[in-house]
């Protein structure tokens, strides 16, 4: 099983919503990794959990923020979006991204913010 | 910074001919290489990685890696219409992943 599965797949949300994307991995990947692309971009790293642990957070405004209840889980809670943050959002996990891992993206979550 | 460089295309090649996709990348210290092929409004999709010296080969696909150079390229064989994507080099450094801008390739039937 090499699937990253992420949910849902469409969100529409108002600027004052609170929403959450859900990203899961049954590959027994400790390294989880949330990016945003949008379009003719190549996706631009927002967060990254190792061991269930924050270690990089992108510059990221607060609007967004991360949350990795277990290993196998990591979720992006939204709160008072811009449109501008319109894009595809895309969860990836590796092994533990170090030398000689494989890495594999969900199918990602397109996000409108009217 | 981080940068990985590719040529942005578009690549044109007809089916069945061999398609070469080029990567360069800026630091030395990046231990792994991947080829992922994105479909337009589609996630990534992991073709390959690599991360010795020399070639990798998988069904059509070669991935071929030169660190000296610090230089990654993917060729295709026998090009089929259903290749037609834009094709992203990532590198690992340290445990951040980063992407180039993409090749976009079109194979005409």
């Known amino acids: 099983d090499t699937e990253v599965t992420q949910t849902p797949k469409h969100l529409v949300m108002g600027m004052t919503n609170k929403k959450s994307l859900k990203c899961e991995q049954h590959m027994g990947h400790r390294a989880m990794y949330w990016y945003k692309q949008k379009a003719k971009k190549p996706p631009e790293l927002m967060f990254v959990?190792?061991?269930?642990?924050?270690?990089i957070n992108e510059s990221v405004p607060s609007r967004f923020s991360p949350e990795c209840p277990n290993s196998s889980l990591l979720n992006l809670h939204l709160h008072a979006l811009q449109p501008e943050d319109s894009a595809l959002y895309l969860c990836?996990?590796?092994?533990?991204?170090?030398?000689?891992?494989?890495?594999?993206f969900g199918q990602g979550t397109r996000l409108t913010v009217v | 910074q981080k940068e990985v460089e590719q040529n942005s295309g578009p690549l044109s090649v007809p089916e069945g001919a061999i398609a070469s996709l080029n990567c360069t990348y800026s630091?030395?210290?990046?231990?792994?290489f991947f080829w992922y092929r994105q479909y337009s409004g589609k996630s990534p999709e992991l073709i390959m990685f690599?991360?010795?010296?020399g070639d990798k080969e998988d069904g059509r696909f070669t991935a071929q890696l030169n660190k000296a150079s610090q230089y990654v390229s993917l060729l295709i064989r026998d090009s089929q219409p259903s290749d037609s994507a834009t094709y992203l080099c990532a590198v690992l450094t340290g445990n951040q992943f980063y992407f180039g801008t993409g090749t976009s390739l079109t194979v005409i039937p």
């Open positions: 690599i991360y010795s010296n």
């Open positions: 959990y190792s061991y269930e642990k924050l270690s």
């Open positions: 630091d030395r210290g990046s231990q792994s």
């Open positions: 990836a996990s590796a092994y533990d991204g170090t030398v000689n891992t494989e890495a594999f």
